[in-house]
């Protein structure tokens, strides 16, 4: 069909929400753009915009003029972030804890990373990623240090390091490390330092009696105040950056994480968490980053968890910024302790999703990660609102559900119960 409208029209975004809001008896409407995370306060609807509010529409990304070429735009827009390239490093499958919902509970290799395997991460990192002759785009290395438990495989940590800086030049590399924090004391915080790692990212999941069910050592004894002591030493000398993930679930997201945020508010380190991220715990095992918007009662959990960390004056992000599935990102890899190849941790030992190894290099992965998945599903392509947050949901999910993924993991029950709340949070707290 012809589009009869002239090239210097202008449209209404197609990503943009309205929020109504209502402040005793005075209401007020917020229009939201999904895209940009702008946000801004209308009274008398656009057509009676002036002109030059509407040259402010134009710069926020409220106004466009050519709709289907901002929607070619969002589905495109990956490639920003190729620039960072990632890699995801599993050094061990040993751990000191016995988590019932850990994800690994079923992979089945084992052991610990050997010297051949590091030799591999260096050349795979230096050939394919860093002299790409064909992909000129990378100007930052960031390598975040997996397990099991990668502290019990210190010397590990120590090579890995020391060898890609070895080979990174004038790269800027960054080195951080995710850990449940009991062997995380003064002196491994102070060594993670030297060998260049900047943060650790620290599970702890709820107040004690909570997180020792959670999260129970092998020995059985108890491990948060470890893990907490190990916390405000690594702040309160400023050897590393920290942040904390919370892995909730439907039953004790209202009482196992508010005396938790009163905990680091009374120990005076809320303010100095570089973030507390909540995430839900699926009865799949699935972990971090793996909300299912299926289940209704996540619209209500995140909402009360973050306000109730804003409330505490904790650091938070604006609820709208770029969501990027690790499989859509050309240059972020997930590697296995042998060396194998995976696009998302939570598909590691999966065979059918192994996209090669550090010693020959990676295969087409288009096809097995479904990479064309938005521009053939129609209902994210042309008629979602939230497409910039959401770009089908997680891929993991997707596969846990259907054993595939040629489905998407549709969040939009989830936006349109939950998004008006976390916006008006963000006005409120002034979240920037």
Known sequence: MQNNKSKSSEELSRFVVTIEDK??????????????????????????????????????????KDTE????????????????????????????????????????TSGTMTEEVIDGITRFTREYMLNNKEDQQVESLKVVIFGGEPLVAFHVIDSLTRKIKSISDNLKVAFSITTNGSLMTPEISESLRDLGVTGAVITIDGIKENHNKSRP????????????YNICYALDNNILKIGINCLYTQENYKSAFIPLLDLFCSLSIADKLSLVRFAPVLDTGCGVGCASSGMSWIAEALPFLRQNKLQRNIKAKPFIYPFLCAVEHKNFFTIDVDGSLYKCPGMVGVEQYKIGDVFTGVKDFSEIYNLDLLQNTPKCRDECKYLPLCRGGCRYV???????????????????????????QDIEYDVQ
């Open 398 to 424: 997707s596969y846990l559900q259907h054993k595939n993924m040629d489905k998407v993991d549709c969040r939009l029950p989830f936006f349109q119960k939950a998004f008006g709340t976390l916006i008006k």
């Open 217 to 228: 050592r092998k020995s059985g004894k108890s491990s948060f105040e470890d893990i907490i």
């Open 23 to 64: 402040i005793e008896d005075y209401g007020c409407t917020y229009l939201c753009s999904t895209r940009y995370g702008t946000i801004i306060q209308v009274e008398n609807g656009l057509e009676l915009f002036k002109d030059e509010d509407k040259e402010i529409l134009r710069q926020e990304g409220f106004l466009v």
């Open 69 to 108: 070429q901002e929607k070619s735009e969002v589905l495109d827009y990956p490639s920003q972030f190729y620039k960072e390239a990632v890699l995801q490093v599993i050094i061990t499958r040993n751990c000191n804890f016995a988590c019932p919902h850990c994800i690994q509970n079923d992979i089945k």
